[in-house]
């Protein structure tokens, strides 16, 4: 899991000073280090317990899978995981004035001998 440091305004979040890094952990992104086998389905969960908060995934590729919207959460589901949908995933939300963004790195692992998941694999 990649955890960002709480950071003064002005540095992180592509300089943006509004998103700032909740220290005591406010916003969860579950599992913290998200691992799946190729072809295999996974979820990940962004909370953030905050009446009225609004939490979203950022910056994915639109064919990963499906994303639901509850009113403190937000869930990623990828339905087949590929070599391609290895990488940074991305929560940012608000609670209040507050806003806040947590990162994790999913992981793809597959076995050499199966042909369909090694080919293009690194």
């Not at 910056?59 to 990963?64: E, H, I, K, Q, S």
Request: with cysteine; aromatic share 8%; glycine share 10%.
């Amino acid at each position: 899991m990649q955890q960002e440091p709480h950071r003064s305004p002005g540095q992180g979040a592509a300089e943006n000073p509004l998103w700032k890094y909740p220290a005591g952990g406010k916003m969860v992104v579950e599992p913290r280090e998200p691992l799946v086998r190729y072809g295999d389905a996974v979820q990940l969960n962004c909370s953030l317990p905050c009446t009225g908060a609004m939490v979203q995934w950022k910056g994915l590729d639109t064919n990963l899978g499906s994303i639901d919207f509850f009113p403190t959460h937000s869930v990623l589901h990828i339905n087949s995981a590929e070599v391609a949908t290895e990488g940074t995933k991305i929560c940012q939300g608000t609670c209040g004035e507050e806003h806040y963004q947590k990162s994790v790195n999913l992981k793809v692992y597959c076995k050499t001998w199966w042909r369909e998941c090694c080919s293009g694999a690194s």
